[in-house]
């Protein structure tokens, strides 16, 4: 039996000695590098806190002092020593594990917020909350990385946890240097210089335990070179900023010496006030293959960098054939460079791509101020962490009326990743913002079409939408109707009884629809839209000659795309129902995204009974009959609309 197979829960690890615990160590990263190869997920980030999450859960007592996982993604480890051993090789498949922490599964989890820089407000909170409370010997835990730490909320968080000097709060800073990359910019290059530097600790410790044993002078002169501390560390190293800015500075300690990290963790936890512990880990520490990944630690696996076929990829090259050809466009990643497509933009024009860190709502004003400065700057970035930035969206770029495309990748169902990573918003917030101009690509020629008539446009911001995964087959147009592509009429003897307008890729799903109600006698004409807001007014006219209309898109269907065609025909007067389909506005579940579609009754099956009923209830005198297999496959009592 192993070590690991014997923890039920962090009381259990605190009956281990130093050796078994570097055995356990070793176990867990085994089952780490076994499962998530396997299963897919964040590899190298928690083959580098593995010590540190065992030393978390020896010096604090989960649940009654609370742990919050910046992020999240690194909290496998803490998942393993919680009682989830037996469970961990379901993680991220529908109905197992969640690859975050969550509420659902163990009392030890709290946050499963997966968007970063959280952590710290989470816990400045809840001190507080104690505080008032009158829970004193509660300890709130921070687990934050050097990337996360760069994300604005997290200085926001800082500014106030300086000020609640009696919280009782522990902030691990994991400083491994990177993001997905290379962490960038001026905090990392301090903590950087604070890593390389051992001299200050030897010369502080010095000052601590030679100087006051010297009598008479002693204590003063300790006392007076403290005062002078601040010089010192000047003369020796870039200052602590975290000290200058009255927050208890522990560190830097290496974070896979287990014993290291323990003393330090008992000396902030009994402090009483806030302390920042800084700790040096290797990202993927203890698997070859991920420490020496140059591209991301193997941050995840497989990579998330763009892979041929991908959308993020197509979307990558185009944007290289455009950099080529427009010097003024320019291109803005938020620590994301490898998966938003934008390797191969960044080789050629290196000086015309900047990674601003994980700091979405820099990314978008600054992105404002490069436009106005007179460049095309576009903004490639996952759906979901835009949301982030909606007011920069909003009131620095849409009301400039300044000529930004942002990019959103992984738009819709994402899958492995669960609630907070679905891009399902976007297409409402977009909605909301005067005189944007969103796009959503059906294939990979349509990518190019539309990226390139969105860099075309420098009156105002514009979108272009895709989601996560391959991009499939090319479909050609075979007539327009206004700007849009018909791609489809009713076969000859069928009448216009449904026009069917699918955004993005759900399309597809579209012909896919029309070919199952042609076989019941239904006409299907099939358009895609290509510009999603503002919606073409020629869908009036062609709404008129159909009896239904159908929208479709992979995106919350609350102030999405089908409303905004259904407000469009309303305003015109035209009578013709309705019936918008996109995702239920809930927080779903993690599933593959065909899992995930197919629940939210969006196969092409579930969709083909309720518009064949749709038509049968508009058409008393001839009951069309429901194709059998979509009859079959319908959810159970699940409203659609
Ligand atoms: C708001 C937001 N933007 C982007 C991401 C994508 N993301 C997930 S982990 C990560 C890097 C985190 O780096 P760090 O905090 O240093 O942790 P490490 O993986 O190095 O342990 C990024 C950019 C995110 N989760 N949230």
Redo the contacts with the bound molecule.
Sequence with gaps: MTLLECIDGPEDLKKLNQDQLTRLAGEIRDVLIETVTRTGG?L??NL?VVELTIAVHRVFDSPKDRIVW??G??AYVHKLLTGRFAQFGTLRQRGGLTGYPSRAESEHDLVEN????TSLSYADGLAKAYKLRGEPDRTVVAV??????T?GMAWEALNNIAAAKDSRLVMIV?D?G???QP?IGGLAEHLAAIRVNPRYEHVLDYIKTTLPRAPLVGPPLYGTLHRVKKGIKDVIQPQVMFEDLGIKYVGPIDGHDERLMETALRHARDFGGPVLVHVITK?GFGYPAAEQNEIDCL?QFPAAGAQPGSWSRVFGDELLAIGARRPDVVAIT???LHPTGLAQFAAAYPDRVYDVG?A?QHAVTSAAGLALGGLHPVVAI?ST?LN?AFDQMLMDVALHRLPVTFVLDRAGVTGLDGASHHGMWDGSIMQLIPGMKTAAPRDAKRIAELLNEAAEVSDGPTVVRFPKGNVGGEVEAIAKLGGMDVLRVPAAGLGGDVLLVGAGPMVLTGLEIADRLAGHGIGVTVVDPRWTKPVDAALTGAARRHRLVVTIEDNGRVGGFGDAVARLLRDHDVDVPVKTFGLPQEFLAHGTRQEVLDEAGLSSQQLALHITEAVARRSPAEVLPAPADAREAAPEGRPVE
């Design positions: 964040h190298g980030p580098g910046d992020t993604h690194q997966s968007h970063a820089s934050i990385g050097d990337g996360a730490l994300g994991n491994n990177w993001s997905y962490t990202k941050h938020a620590a994301m994980i979405e996952y962490f982030r």
